[in-house]
Protein backbone atom coordinates (compact mmCIF):
# COMPACT_ATOMS: atom_id res chain seq x y z
CA UNK A 1 0.00 0.00 0.00
CA UNK A 2 1.52 3.30 -0.81
CA UNK A 3 1.58 5.89 2.20
CA UNK A 4 0.03 9.26 1.63
CA UNK A 5 1.84 12.83 2.52
CA UNK A 6 0.67 12.71 5.50
CA UNK A 7 1.69 9.01 7.10
CA UNK A 8 -0.99 7.09 6.54
CA UNK A 9 -1.49 3.87 3.47
CA UNK A 10 -4.16 4.46 0.60
CA UNK A 11 -6.72 2.23 1.66
CA UNK A 12 -6.42 2.44 5.00
CA UNK A 13 -8.05 4.27 8.54
CA UNK A 14 -6.74 7.86 8.25
CA UNK A 15 -9.54 9.09 10.66
CA UNK A 16 -12.08 8.52 13.68
CA UNK A 17 -15.24 11.07 13.24
CA UNK A 18 -17.75 11.81 16.01
CA UNK A 19 -20.77 13.40 15.97
CA UNK A 20 -21.55 16.00 18.56
CA UNK A 21 -24.33 18.58 19.47
CA UNK A 22 -21.17 21.11 20.76
CA UNK A 23 -18.42 21.54 18.56
CA UNK A 24 -16.25 23.83 20.63
CA UNK A 25 -17.17 22.13 23.95
CA UNK A 26 -16.09 18.71 22.06
CA UNK A 27 -12.57 20.30 21.09
CA UNK A 28 -11.88 21.73 24.16
CA UNK A 29 -12.28 18.60 25.99
CA UNK A 30 -10.37 16.14 23.26
CA UNK A 31 -7.58 18.30 23.33
CA UNK A 32 -7.34 18.38 27.34
CA UNK A 33 -8.14 14.94 27.76
CA UNK A 34 -6.02 13.19 24.47
CA UNK A 35 -3.92 15.93 23.65
CA UNK A 36 -5.51 16.42 20.27
CA UNK A 37 -5.00 19.57 18.23
CA UNK A 38 -4.88 22.30 16.86
CA UNK A 39 -8.39 22.06 15.04
CA UNK A 40 -9.45 22.83 11.90
CA UNK A 41 -12.86 24.55 12.22
CA UNK A 42 -15.21 24.43 8.62
CA UNK A 43 -18.13 26.75 10.20
CA UNK A 44 -20.80 25.65 7.58
CA UNK A 45 -18.95 23.16 5.71
CA UNK A 46 -19.60 23.07 2.46
CA UNK A 47 -21.29 20.01 1.02
CA UNK A 48 -21.99 20.01 -2.51
CA UNK A 49 -24.10 17.66 -4.69
CA UNK A 50 -24.82 15.93 -1.63
CA UNK A 51 -27.46 12.45 -1.61
CA UNK A 52 -28.73 10.90 1.60
CA UNK A 53 -30.29 7.51 0.92
CA UNK A 54 -30.33 7.52 -2.95
CA UNK A 55 -32.28 11.36 -2.52
CA UNK A 56 -30.49 14.73 -2.75
CA UNK A 57 -30.14 16.78 0.68
CA UNK A 58 -29.32 20.17 1.35
CA UNK A 59 -28.51 19.41 5.31
CA UNK A 60 -25.90 21.74 7.11
CA UNK A 61 -23.24 20.43 9.28
CA UNK A 62 -20.17 22.26 10.83
CA UNK A 63 -16.50 20.23 11.06
CA UNK A 64 -13.57 20.41 12.75
CA UNK A 65 -10.39 18.02 11.89
CA UNK A 66 -7.17 17.78 14.33
CA UNK A 67 -4.44 15.04 14.51
CA UNK A 68 -2.64 13.73 17.43
CA UNK A 69 0.37 12.17 15.88
CA UNK A 70 -0.87 10.29 12.40
CA UNK A 71 -4.50 9.72 13.89
CA UNK A 72 -7.00 11.96 12.80
CA UNK A 73 -9.96 13.15 14.71
CA UNK A 74 -13.34 14.19 12.69
CA UNK A 75 -16.04 16.60 15.19
CA UNK A 76 -19.15 17.09 12.89
CA UNK A 77 -22.13 19.30 14.55
CA UNK A 78 -25.43 19.19 12.77
CA UNK A 79 -26.52 22.60 12.09
CA UNK A 80 -30.48 21.52 10.88
CA UNK A 81 -32.75 18.55 12.43
CA UNK A 82 -32.42 17.98 8.62
CA UNK A 83 -32.69 13.77 8.11
CA UNK A 84 -28.94 13.12 7.84
CA UNK A 85 -26.59 10.08 8.77
CA UNK A 86 -25.56 12.03 12.00
CA UNK A 87 -29.15 12.73 12.78
CA UNK A 88 -29.77 9.04 12.11
CA UNK A 89 -26.94 7.99 14.22
CA UNK A 90 -27.85 10.27 17.01
CA UNK A 91 -31.76 8.67 17.61
CA UNK A 92 -30.27 5.83 17.75
CA UNK A 93 -27.02 6.34 20.14
CA UNK A 94 -26.74 9.81 20.67
CA UNK A 95 -23.95 11.66 20.05
CA UNK A 96 -21.29 8.76 19.76
CA UNK A 97 -18.50 7.58 17.78
CA UNK A 98 -19.68 7.99 13.98
CA UNK A 99 -17.43 6.39 11.86
CA UNK A 100 -13.90 5.45 10.01
CA UNK A 101 -12.53 7.28 7.25
CA UNK A 102 -10.83 5.23 4.19
CA UNK A 103 -8.04 7.10 2.25
CA UNK A 104 -8.77 6.39 -1.58
CA UNK A 105 -6.83 7.41 -4.40
CA UNK A 106 -9.24 5.37 -6.91
CA UNK A 107 -12.93 6.49 -5.40
CA UNK A 108 -15.00 4.70 -8.09
CA UNK A 109 -12.64 1.28 -6.97
CA UNK A 110 -13.18 1.97 -2.92
CA UNK A 111 -16.61 2.38 -3.22
CA UNK A 112 -17.49 -0.68 -5.47
CA UNK A 113 -15.52 -2.54 -3.05
CA UNK A 114 -17.67 -1.99 -0.40
CA UNK A 115 -20.93 -1.85 -2.56
CA UNK A 116 -19.85 -5.91 -3.56
CA UNK A 117 -20.14 -6.85 0.23
CA UNK A 118 -23.64 -4.92 0.61
CA UNK A 119 -23.16 -2.37 2.30
CA UNK A 120 -25.38 -0.04 1.54
CA UNK A 121 -24.19 3.93 0.35
CA UNK A 122 -25.84 6.14 3.04
CA UNK A 123 -24.60 9.19 1.87
CA UNK A 124 -22.25 10.87 -0.80
CA UNK A 125 -21.23 14.16 -1.84
CA UNK A 126 -18.44 16.34 -3.10
CA UNK A 127 -16.65 18.77 -1.07
CA UNK A 128 -14.91 22.47 -2.28
CA UNK A 129 -11.40 21.48 -1.53
CA UNK A 130 -12.03 19.23 -5.01
CA UNK A 131 -12.47 15.69 -3.69
CA UNK A 132 -15.43 13.23 -3.39
CA UNK A 133 -16.70 11.31 -0.10
CA UNK A 134 -19.53 8.47 0.67
CA UNK A 135 -20.95 6.57 3.40
CA UNK A 136 -21.43 2.97 3.71
CA UNK A 137 -23.39 1.65 6.10
CA UNK A 138 -21.06 -1.12 8.09
CA UNK A 139 -22.43 -0.17 11.58
CA UNK A 140 -23.14 -4.34 11.79
CA UNK A 141 -19.57 -4.92 10.62
CA UNK A 142 -16.93 -2.22 12.42
CA UNK A 143 -19.37 -0.51 14.88
CA UNK A 144 -19.32 2.37 12.77
CA UNK A 145 -19.96 3.40 9.55
CA UNK A 146 -17.01 3.85 6.54
CA UNK A 147 -16.04 7.59 4.83
CA UNK A 148 -14.54 6.40 1.62
CA UNK A 149 -12.38 10.10 1.18
CA UNK A 150 -11.16 10.81 -2.35
CA UNK A 151 -7.39 11.66 -2.09
CA UNK A 152 -7.09 14.14 -4.64
CA UNK A 153 -3.76 16.17 -4.35
CA UNK A 154 -5.63 19.30 -2.88
CA UNK A 155 -7.17 16.74 -0.10
CA UNK A 156 -4.06 14.96 0.48
CA UNK A 157 -2.41 18.94 1.14
CA UNK A 158 -5.03 19.62 3.25
CA UNK A 159 -4.72 16.90 5.44
CA UNK A 160 -0.68 16.93 4.94
CA UNK A 161 -0.98 20.41 6.70
CA UNK A 162 -3.15 19.33 9.40
CA UNK A 163 -1.05 16.43 10.49
CA UNK A 164 2.17 18.52 10.79
CA UNK A 165 0.22 21.33 12.76
CA UNK A 166 0.48 18.73 15.15
CA UNK A 167 3.94 17.91 15.16
CA UNK A 168 5.41 19.53 17.91
CA UNK A 169 2.50 21.62 18.66
CA UNK A 170 2.87 23.58 21.68
CA UNK A 171 -0.64 24.30 22.46
CA UNK A 172 -1.14 27.61 21.01
CA UNK A 173 -4.03 28.42 18.69
CA UNK A 174 -6.16 25.71 19.71
CA UNK A 175 -8.79 26.04 17.20
CA UNK A 176 -7.67 27.57 13.62
CA UNK A 177 -9.87 28.51 11.08
CA UNK A 178 -8.33 27.74 7.54
CA UNK A 179 -8.04 30.66 4.78
Known amino acids: ?26 MAQLTRQL ?6 LFENFELNDLMYKGQPADFAVSLALANCGHM ?15 REVFRESGWCFHHHAIAATDFERSCAHYASQGFEMV ?4 VAVGGRAAYFDTRSAVFGMIEVVEMTPAVERLWTDIRHAAVGWDGSEQVRTPG
Open 72 to 86: QFELIQPLDDKPSPY
Open 123 to 126: LSCS
Open 1 to 26: MPVLNFGQPDGGVIQTAFITDDIHTA
Open 35 to 40: NVGPWF
